[in-house]
């Protein structure tokens, strides 16, 4: 008597397939979603360093960081550089702000917003020295 051959899956191993996929699923996404995080936080990083060269160009010509914000012209929105990173457009991640500017001093912000706002780093901060700070307590090292 010959033995038929079955062709295709039985219902277990198919289970067992879908099992493995979602086990790799689980561990591969966060580790996407850390990865876009990071990406997004290093595209803020060059808005901030384009920013500080927008400011001292406006020192340059001013002799002042006064009147490169919206507010009181020391403080806000700038006016002398996109307020959103990314600054080309599209879906912003980050707001950019003059935090306290003086004749010879200032600290510009990246906050984040939208799908940012749960980065570790929170907001990055840059002054004219070129210190640069986060509001979160891990190390700085760590964001910049």
């Known amino acids: 008597m010959k033995q038929l051959q079955q062709n295709g899956f039985t219902l277990i191993e198919l289970m067992v397939t879908v099992a493995i996929v979602g086990i790799l699923a689980g561990i591969a996404y966060p580790s ?3 990865s876009v995080m990071k990406s997004r936080r290093a595209d803020a990083k060059g808005a901030l360093l384009g920013f500080a060269n927008a400011m001292e160009r406006h020192f340059t010509e ?3 960081y006064l009147g490169a914000g919206t507010t009181n012209g020391n ?3 700038p006016t002398v550089f996109s307020a959103t990173s990314p600054v080309d457009g599209g879906t912003a991640y980050y707001n950019l702000t003059i935090n306290a500017a003086t004749a010879g001093s200032y ?12 980065d570790k780093c929170g907001t990055l901060s840059l ?13 700085v090292a760590d964001c910049w």
């Open 32 to 34: 996407y979603q850390d």
């Open 127 to 139: 002054t004219q020295t070129g210190v640069r700070g986060i509001s979160t307590a891990i190390p």
């Open 107 to 118: 600290t510009l912000n990246a906050a984040p917003t939208g799908a940012q706002t749960n």
């Open 62 to 64: 001013t002799n002042s």
């Open 75 to 77: 403080t806000g929105i």
